[in-house]
């Protein structure tokens, strides 16, 4: 799996739409649509906002392990 499709599962599992998810970490929800896209991807600092926002570890966001 990649980091794009990981996002995105996450996302979908958490019941957030594109546009939450952007407003919770302070991005646009285009934003969040090229992550998930595989367009561009986040700094280090989104990624750690992300891992609180879906408690799970960076290293399981940028695809490094399958353990949350």
């Known amino acids: ?18 546009a939450e998810l952007a407003e919770q970490i302070g991005v646009s929800q285009q934003c969040i649509s090229e992550w998930e896209r595989g367009k561009t991807e986040p700094t280090l600092t989104f990624i750690v906002k992300l891992s609180d926002i879906f408690n799970v570890s ?11």
């Open 58 to 68: 960076a290293d399981y966001i940028v695809c490094r392990t399958n353990h949350k």
């Open 1 to 18: 799996m990649e980091f794009s499709e990981r996002v995105k599962a996450l996302r979908r599992e958490s019941k957030l739409s594109q």
